[in-house]
């Protein structure tokens, strides 16, 4: 019997499928067989079969210089029924790329990409990195019926699967969403992993809706970066009232996003500066450390307000502790943060970025209505990638750091 999702709504439709996709088994010459059967499949580039491609990989964990370019890359394969291959035409970097190439978070990735842990320690080299992507559907899987070859698509790769810095990568097809009409797709590469970050920490951690954020206080530290200079346009194209905390050279930038206050931390005591304003309905972290010993105080009491942050000490107790002494210590961490700020009346919680096709395609409705717009500080050819995460390890990068895939030179 076929099941039928009780709508007709596309987006429903497209996530009831996507679901349903995730659920097939592929197994030949087996008792099972007669449930899916793979034909033998061949992709063609060119006249001559395309085995492997050109890409960016490390072989082992460290500095800029364990960056490594081959044209030997094996070729991504379609392995579930619900994946798409696609033409990468550009890609962006994000600090969690400087971060997994010295290494952090690898025990935890590691556990994820291998929970069994059949395979031997550094099993995932060669290991390409970047996560976003921008490009061509070239291929799809026997169950995607959303996307057709030839689609242009934007997604954000999970960091456990191989990423974006190479001529081709392989996505599920939950990961993907139609690129929107109104960007090219340099522009388009700037914002699926921030864009989701940012989304998950407002959305499906803070509560906040676009029904419900008009006229809210919003609060956002470390407001010049990827996460920042998104949150700043979603919060406003949602009705909020934001207030920005970056340096004075990044103040222009963010009120031409739209924030309605602007403090500068190098201008003096930044927390006093905040204790002169309203206080706030919700609070987005994207700094850490001592901010969160007096940030939570300028919100609201007793009122719903949430402190929100993004920066987590899961993948670092997992390397350092290993993974059950690792979850058990970030358990008891975010347990006893949580119950402190309770009892102070607001909400502590952490967020962490999330793969969605569907939360891309609510993205991709506010750019092309023009309520959110890329920001780039700089876009790099594919033969400079040791030269942009050589440039986003340096910092202060007013936007994204964009890799034009396409442009080899």
């Keep these: 019997m076929l099941l039928k999702p009780h709508t007709t709504s596309w987006k429903a439709c497209r996530s009831f499928f996507c679901r349903q996709s995730s659920a097939v088994t592929c197994q030949v010459g087996t008792e099972k067989s007669w449930r899916l059967r793979v034909p033998c499949r061949h992709f063609h580039r060119s006249t001559q079969r395309c085995t492997t491609m050109p890409s960016w990989v490390i072989d082992r964990y460290g500095k800029n210089d364990v960056l ?72 799809c899987g026997l169950n995607v ?7 242009e698509v934007w997604a954000a790769v999970p960091p456990w699967k191989q990423g974006t810095l190479s001529e081709f990568v392989v996505a599920s097809g939950n990961e993907v969403a139609k690129k929107p009409r109104c ?22 951690v803070g509560g906040l809706k676009q029904d419900n954020c008009s006229n809210k206080r919003i609060l956002i530290l470390g407001a010049s970066g ?49 204790k002169t304003l309203p206080l706030f309905d919700f609070i987005l972290d994207n700094v850490g450390g001592s901010t969160e010993k007096w940030a939570a105080d300028l919100l609201k009491k007793w009122s719903g307000a949430t402190y929100v942050s993004l920066v987590t000490p899961f993948l670092v107790n997992v390397d350092r502790l290993g993974v059950a002494d690792g979850m058990l210590q970030t358990g008891v961490t975010i347990g006893t943060k949580a119950i402190k700020h309770l009892c102070k009346g607001i909400h502590y919680r952490w967020a962490f970025f999330m793969p969605s096709g569907p939360f891309l395609d609510e993205i991709t409705s506010l750019v092309d209505a023009g309520k959110i717009h890329p920001v780039i500080d700089q876009v790099f050819s594919f033969s400079d990638v040791p030269k942009a995460f050589q440039k986003l390890e340096e910092g202060h990068a007013r936007g994204k750091t964009v890799i034009n895939v396409t442009n080899k030179k």
């Design 145 to 151: 019926s959303y996307f057709k070859p030839g689609d």
């Design 68 to 139: 490594r370019f081959t044209n030997d890359m094996m070729f991504p394969i379609i392995n579930f029924p619900n994946e798409v291959i696609i033409k990468v035409h550009a890609a962006s970097l994000n600090p969690i790329d400087v971060n997994m190439r010295n290494g952090y978070g690898a025990a935890a990735l590691r556990m994820k990409r291998d929970p069994l842990r059949i395979k031997t320690t550094g099993s995932e080299f060669p290991l390409t990195l970047g996560r976003d992507v921008s490009g061509e559907v070239m291929e």
């Design 183 to 204: 960007l090219s797709h340099t522009q388009a590469a700037s914002l699926p992993y921030v864009g989701l970050t940012t989304w998950t920490a407002v959305s499906q």
């Design 226 to 274: 990827g996460v920042g200079t998104f949150a700043i346009q979603l919060m406003k194209a949602w009705g909020a009232h934001v207030t920005a905390v970056c340096s004075q050279d990044a103040s222009e930038l963010v009120r031409r996003l739209g924030a309605d206050d602007v403090v500068d931390y190098k201008s003096g005591n930044v927390e006093e500066q905040l």
